[in-house]
């Protein structure tokens, strides 16, 4: 199996999360102000809560959660070393998916640099 390229990844599901806004209109901005108001900074950092929907990504094993939420995290100023500390939460709520996954996670963040 090829490795996964996260760019092309990320920017083909782009393409057809625009298409879904254009059919859901009034769900998609509902939507995108659920997830700007849960990221926004407060008790918790935006960085901790990219991370935490990050770990969540692994453990349901979603490939655009990986993709997006390890860029966003990288965009708020996480370090390699706390996405693998990330990952090592994953694991231990997920088992074996989870780490398969992470590996995925790593691999996307790796290629935000």
């Not at 349901?60 to 990986?66: K, N, S």
């Not at 993709?67 to 708020?76: E, I, L, N």
């Amino acid at each position: 199996m090829a490795a996964t390229d996260w760019t092309s990844f990320t920017d083909q599901t782009n393409a057809r999360m625009a298409e879904l806004r254009k059919a859901l209109p009034e769900q998609s901005k509902a939507f995108g102000q659920l997830a700007q108001a849960a990221i926004a900074p407060g008790v918790l950092d935006s960085k901790t809560k990219e991370l935490i929907a990050l770990a969540i990504g692994i453990a349901a094993r979603c490939d655009g959660c990986l993709a997006f939420h390890a860029k966003a995290a990288r965009k708020h100023g996480a370090t390699r070393e706390e996405i693998v500390e990330t990952i090592g939460v994953a694991v231990y709520m997920g088992g074996g998916p989870s780490m398969i996954y992470g590996a995925e996670a790593l691999d996307a963040f790796d290629a935000t640099a």
